[in-house]
């Protein structure tokens, strides 16, 4: 049967629907439940309208999904200047071919469009080109028709073109994901391959990813991830197909992924097992998408686990070792995001991916590859068995090495992975020995929270050094960590707060360097007004060692830090309560405090803490509560609350500062009933 494209003759009904409807400057969402006979497209139906007369297909649904798939931004399609009037030859030349492409037979569209591919379908002014002079829309029609040849050129031109952010959006539009996801079901496999890629291309918007889902693509695209060829070394050229059909579906789930609702629908439909399978594929071509499929769903708690389950950890590992640099780095990146959970590190260090990690940092060049390295050997490191590794690796010194001219996202993981590593001692040694200090104290005056929050953690523990701590006085540190506090993000002056601690305990004369802060006491006081249980947790940690100069404990006081102790004492933290206790424990040595912390309502929940489960809590409280024991009033209190029959409890305890400071309460507690009854009896 012969089919005309010139003839003037009526459209069929859809055609003619969806040319009135791009006539009328609306972009129909076309979804054919029959395929149609190629028929006569003419210039009329297919002219392109203004932007500003086009609506956006499923507009309604942005608006009401908006609120749930806010993982990514929405693509901003970047605008041409209009009116230029600088026409390219290339630009004139496609649109004599879409003369063609309009209004001919099969045989000559098919011919007009594999010319039309001769041009640079990569520039810029022939995707515009396409575009402008209506083309795109036949494009589009000519997927809806039964002529194989037409639509797999026509597919080939979108595939290509679809890499324009502008051309994404317009195919979207003009309701051309929809066909592709229905191509997804043809028989052909040249077919499905081409419609998978493009939509590889165009699902970079969270609107094109959501029509995917919703046009029942996911289900169709994992799909093409069935085949009996995984791990085959010899393929005949059926099974070669069958493999390229798999890459072309890996690439639109990878770009799908993108979006969490695709995730799910990724995981119901069953494509964990297979991505499994293909992860195991020798060819790079396709486990390169697999793994960034992988990666992307690595965010949710549900793929980690069944990445660990389904042994892809050991595979994740073997591609480290790959001479593809793209998919060393999707795998490292993988583990970074899988590096959360314990028993995920101690695969990675049991299949041997430590050591690939510590090679890798050799890399510097890439540093895309090089981020997603620092990353997993800073998750890695979380573990200790893992850092005692690294420090056979030599990776503490390399990891030093990266501290200069390198990006931010670099440097996060960099100095994230240096904060794990000082769990062991030897490595702070190690940051100081190779010149660490220096360009670490000097990321303080930067505003990438992340890395201040990591900064912090590695110099608040070198701190604990004296050594290193003599460099970080010299180079004025503990005044940039202290300017920190003002940092509005709670992690950054948590972390400042923790890091001033060790700064305190191990600076000479540190209670003069304090007092040298202006307004420092007044911002450490006024942190005790912060929501964020972290802030109070190490302001209160900081209280404890300031005040042990008489001279600051003093200004604090001044500063209203009783009060203001008093008021978080009803916290059900025990992080809080621990170094709560131990702040009012040391406030409780100036002046009449002890008893202002009686008259602020502080004593009777501290009884309380005396119940909690951790030791540590247990072991601050009494100390806590033999120093305001010294105040008679707090007396009564306390033993009004029972607190004696839970100290004496403790008085057998093994840790010998409880004990002590729990025998101490009960004693103050005991002088003063004795003293009661020998003022009331004689």
Same mark, same amino acid.
């Given at each position: ?56 297909? $499923? ?99 979108? #595939? ?51 029509? +995917? ?5 996911? #289900?169709?695209?994992?799909? @093409? ?85 389904? $042994? ?10 790959? &001479? ?29 991916? @430590?050591? !690939? ?9 890439? #540093?895309?590859?090089?981020?997603? +390295? *620092?990353?997993?050997? %800073? ?38 992975? @240096? ?5 062991? !001692? ?26 201040? +929050? ?37 992690? +950054?002056?948590?972390?400042?707060? %923790? ?125 806590? @509560?033999?120093?305001?024991? &010294? ?5 009564? *209190? ?25 025998? $101490? ?18």
């Amino acid at each position: 049967m012969v089919f005309f494209f010139n003839k003037k003759k009526p459209l069929s009904d859809k055609a003619t629907k969806r040319g009135t409807e791009v006539e009328e400057g609306r972009s129909s969402t076309v979804t054919p439940k029959t395929k149609k006979k190629v028929s006569c497209i003419s210039t009329e139906s297919v002219r392109m309208q203004p932007a500003s007369k086009r609506k956006t297909s $499923g507009m309604s649904e942005d608006v009401s999904e908006s609120s749930s798939e806010t993982d990514e931004d929405e693509e901003q399609p970047v605008r041409r200047q209009e009116g230029d009037t600088d026409l390219s030859a290339e630009y004139w030349g496609i649109q004599k071919l879409v003369k063609y492409v309009k209004g001919g037979d099969p045989t000559v569209t098919v011919i007009a469009l594999c010319s039309m591919r001769d041009f640079n379908l990569a520039q810029e002014a022939c995707q515009m080109a396409i575009r402008d002079i209506g083309c795109l829309e036949v494009l589009i029609n000519l997927l809806d028709t039964e002529e194989i040849k037409c639509q797999i050129a026509s597919l080939k031109i979108l #595939k290509e073109i679809s890499q324009n952010t502008q051309i994404r959006h317009a195919i979207a539009d003009l309701g051309g994901l929809e066909i592709m996801v229905q191509i997804l079901d043809s028989p052909d496999r040249d077919l499905k391959c081409l419609a998978a890629e493009t939509i590889a291309n165009i699902a970079q918007f969270k609107r094109a990813r959501r029509t +995917v889902r919703q046009q029942g693509g996911i #289900k169709r695209l994992v799909g @093409l991830l069935e085949c009996i060829s995984v791990g085959s070394t010899s393929l005949t050229s059926y099974q070669a197909k069958d493999t390229e059909i798999a890459r072309c579906g890996a690439l639109a789930l990878w770009s799908c992924s993108r979006s969490v609702k695709n995730r799910e629908a990724i995981r119901k439909a069953g494509g964990i097992p297979l991505l499994a399978r293909w992860l195991k594929c020798s060819d790079a071509n396709i486990v390169i998408p697999v793994v960034g499929t992988l990666e992307e769903c690595a965010s949710e708690p549900s793929y980690r686990l069944a990445i660990r389950t389904e $042994g892809m950890i050991e595979y994740l590992v073997k591609n480290l070792s790959s &001479e593809h640099e793209e998919l060393q780095m999707h795998s490292a990146s993988a583990i970074f995001k899988c590096g959360e959970d314990k028993e995920t590190r101690d695969l990675v260090r049991q299949h041997g991916g @430590l050591q !690939p990690l510590s090679v890798l940092l050799g890399n510097s060049e890439n #540093k895309q590859l090089l981020a997603a +390295v *620092t990353g997993a050997i %800073w998750k890695c490191a979380i573990s200790e068995e893992n850092v005692s590794k690294f420090r056979e690796y030599k990776v503490v010194e390399a990891l030093v090495g990266l501290l200069t001219d390198q990006p931010e996202e670099v440097l996060v993981n960099v100095i994230g992975a @240096l904060g794990e590593c000082c769990q062991e !001692p030897v490595n702070r040694s190690t940051i100081r020995r190779c010149g660490g200090i220096p360009p670490l104290v000097q990321l303080l005056s930067g505003t990438n929270q992340a890395l201040l +929050v990591n900064v912090n953690k590695v110099l608040g523990a070198c701190a604990t050094e004296p050594d290193a701590m003599i460099i970080i006085d010299h180079l004025d540190g503990v005044r940039l960590i202290w300017s920190l506090l003002k940092n509005p993000n709670p992690d +950054v002056q948590a972390t400042a707060a %923790w890091a001033i601690c060790p700064c305190i305990e191990n600076a000479k004369d540190s209670g003069e360097m304090v007092r040298s802060f202006v307004g420092g006491l007044e911002l450490i006081v006024n942190l005790l007004k912060s929501n964020n249980k972290e802030v109070l947790a190490s302001v209160c940690a900081a209280i404890t060692n300031i005040a042990k100069d008489e001279e600051n404990l003093a200004v604090l006081t001044d500063h209203g830090v009783v009060p203001l102790l008093s008021k978080l004492a009803n916290t059900t933290n025990n992080k809080l309560r621990r170094h709560l206790a131990e702040a009012i424990s040391r406030c409780c040595m100036w002046g009449s405090n002890r008893v202002t912390f009686g008259e602020s309502k502080a004593v009777a929940p501290l009884v309380r803490y005396l119940k909690s489960n951790d030791p540590a809590v247990h072991r601050a409280t009494a100390q806590a @509560l033999y120093e305001l024991s &010294e105040d008679p009033n707090n007396c009564i *209190t306390m033993h009004e609350n029972g607190v004696v029959k839970l100290l004496l409890a403790m008085v057998g305890s093994t840790d010998e500062t409880l004990q002590e400071a729990a025998a $101490g309460c009960i004693a103050n507690i005991r002088r003063l009933a004795l003293a009661t009854e020998k003022a009331k009896y004689g």
